[in-house]
């Protein structure tokens, strides 16, 4: 049976569902139409979790104008999403007297752009902001922050479905059509689906739905980027994101992040991949991530602090015409009426996602009136973190719930009472990586060897699933094949 709706979204990643929650106040019947089984299993949840500054955005004024404006507003919106973050600020750095040139080139760009704060600083100052970074020049850039990519993307998500938001997995979009009646036809892997506005967020899918909307054809010039994990041993001795001068096309070479949480990111390395979805990990590229790391960050970029690695894909495409690179498109066509067309949003789309979803808005709004939605509200909550409280709020908590004096991750201190809340998410996300993206659990220095099997189990009680049938985040990934003690 197909399904009626004002809105689908395509594509439910932090583009995605952050226009599901601008639209969401709105009195609309909205879906999103996810291909994965979560809303962070792309690159929404494969990146550096850095709210940027809009310095590094270059010359394309969208990109530059939408970085500026969520990172702004971030504070508040942090705060009505519940999504730790901390204005850290971030130092761009460099060696010698050819990426001093280049810095104080970047510099002028940043006054031209109106980037708050920003100065230009020596060695001695470089320390004085982080003992622990080297440089001999810097930009000091006070309005970048660190945030968590994938907390955020729920986050978004949660709010939108909370006011009426329909969120639908495993629906990959595999054709469209213009009914008679203006409404389109949807058909997905599983389903049909009937909607009056189609807007594209799918990513780095975008170029399929573009292609079938009408829009145009791209083609995908994916880049591919890899990130070390550092033990929280090494996020006591970093306080700030360290950049390292950008190259002539204005790319930045792998940068050290400090993480909301304590752990420090190394990378990402930089490789054009084409058409290829390729999460691999090489020993090559984590060979490169050491030497450059240390470069910046002297003496703590250990491989004994190696904990994790993984793989962020970014959604670049390319005019097929020019061979240009499309970069950051919001499109809409009086000849394509009722849809929306997001097309090469990659860096910085985690800062820039509600001023883009705000833009969309005005989009749908050109073409018809809409109501507002008076109960929408924006104040979402997250599930309490056990280790982050006083130890009289955790006495306080485990007196109301006694599942909270029970640790399921002995590394994150995380609690059955935060699993179980993950477990019955409002999105109904049932994968053991969407617990895992919930509460930190597995994200210690085990990695999971102590607690994931326990959550698979409460995956198992609480849903009643069998336990053949548990997921770790995505369709064949099976956690058992066979019996286990």
Known sequence: MEKLYDVAIIGGGVIGSAVARELSRYQLKICVLEKELDVCNGASGRNTGLLHSGILSGDHKLRTECCLEGNAEFDQVAEELDVPFRRSGKLIVGFGEEEKLCLEKLYEHGLQCKVPGIRMIGADEIKKIEPNADGETAIYVPSAGILCPYTYAIALAENAAQNGVHYHFDQEVTGIEKGADGNYKISTVKSHWTARWVINCAGLFAYRISSMLGFGTYIPQRVKGEYEILDKKAGKFLSIPIYPAPSENGDCDIHITPTVDGNVLVGPTLKEIGDEIDYSATQEKIDEMMIQGARLFPKHVKREYFIRNYTGIFPYVVDPVTMQRVDFQIQSDPHISHAVNLVGISTPGLTSALPIA????????????????????????????????????????????????????????????????????????????????????????????????????????????????????????????????
């Open 358 to 485: 705000r833009r969309v808005v005005v989009k749908v709004l050109e073409q018809e009136d809409l109501l507002p939605n008076p109960a929408f509200n924006p104040i979402r909550k997250g599930i309490i973190r056990f280790a982050d409280q006083t130890d009289e709020e955790k006495a306080r908590l485990i007196g109301e719930d006694p599942d909270y004096g029970e640790i399921y991750c002995r590394c994150e201190c995380v609690t059955k009472a935060e699993i179980k809340q993950a477990v019955h998410n409002i999105l109904g996300v049932s994968t053991v990586s969407g617990i895992k993206y919930r509460t930190r659990a597995t994200m210690g220095r085990c990695q999971g060897g102590y607690c994931e099997t326990r959550l698979t189990s409460m995956i198992e009680q609480e849903l009643h699933r069998d336990a053949k049938d548990i997921l770790l985040n995505q369709n064949g990934a099976y956690m058992f094949v066979g019996k286990v003690k």
